[in-house]
């Protein structure tokens, strides 16, 4: 079981573009959840996406978009890039049908916004 | 959200037991109470979750206060590799469970 993937691994963009972001969940996973992690916080919750749809949203603007495919497999894109989103970016999947719903996090892409 | 309160950081030794606290003093009932830590270079993981009794897994156990105002993070014997952040979190457990983390207290373990 390969877990949960991410892609890329870095990223360099520079303020004003677009960047999109790849997540693969982890085997009979069909929950997929997103963070953005500024360097010394904890993790900030960005949307869910479950049966192809966004499920909640936390406190993040409409630059911020996603897509869930009928594989589970998720985008998070990021319009009009601003040096603030400088950030990890987490993919976190997890798996209906069970009570507890533990998340199992990727490594994470690591944006950076020049 | 019910918000956690925890220190900023904690030193152990290895091999010895660590104690790691967090303050919920507005949890609400259906609240669980989730562990999760992260490794420097990596993401979260999960640690343990509980309610309202005493839980035990192979990597920690969950000491919660009657009043389920604060619990406690107990690590038996800490290595090297348990050097991370460490995040208490309260929330559901649904299918549309999210996670929102504070900062974390951060565990350094000394040889």
């Known amino acids: 079981d390969a877990g949960v993937t991410q892609s890329p691994t870095h990223l360099i963009k520079t303020r004003g573009q677009q960047v999109t972001l790849r997540c693969s969940p982890k085997?009979?996973?069909?929950?997929v959840s997103w963070y953005q992690q500024a360097l010394g916080q904890g993790p900030q919750f960005i949307f869910q996406?479950?049966?192809?749809?966004?499920?909640q949203r936390g406190n993040f603007p409409d630059r911020f978009s996603g897509h869930q495919f009928p594989n589970y497999s998720s985008e998070l894109n990021v319009n009009a890039l601003l040096l603030g989103d400088s950030a990890l970016y987490l993919c976190?999947?997890?798996?209906?049908?069970?009570?507890?719903?533990?998340?199992?996090f990727g490594p994470g892409t690591r944006l950076t916004v020049l | 959200d019910a918000k956690t309160t925890q220190p900023n950081s904690m030193e152990s030794n290895e091999e010895e037991p660590v104690h790691l606290p967090c303050n919920h003093s507005?949890?609400?009932?259906?609240?669980?109470i989730h562990w999760y830590r992260q490794l420097p270079s990596q993401g979260p993981e999960y640690v343990i979750h509980?309610?309202?009794s005493n839980v035990n897994n192979r990597m920690a156990s969950l000491a919660i206060a009657e009043d389920r105002k604060s619990s406690t993070l107990i690590l038996h014997r800490a290595t090297l590799r348990d050097a991370a952040v460490y995040y208490c979190?309260?929330?559901?457990?649904?299918?549309?469970?999210?996670?929102?983390f504070g900062k974390g207290i951060t565990l350094s373990v000394r040889p």
């Open positions: 976190a999947s997890s798996g209906a049908g069970k009570w507890y719903n533990e998340q199992f």
């Open positions: 085997s009979g996973h069909d929950t």
């Open positions: 996406y479950y049966e192809e749809e966004e499920r």
């Open positions: 507005t949890i609400s009932g259906t609240d669980y």
């Open positions: 509980g309610l309202t």
């Open positions: 979190i309260l929330g559901t457990t649904g299918a549309n469970s999210k996670l929102t």
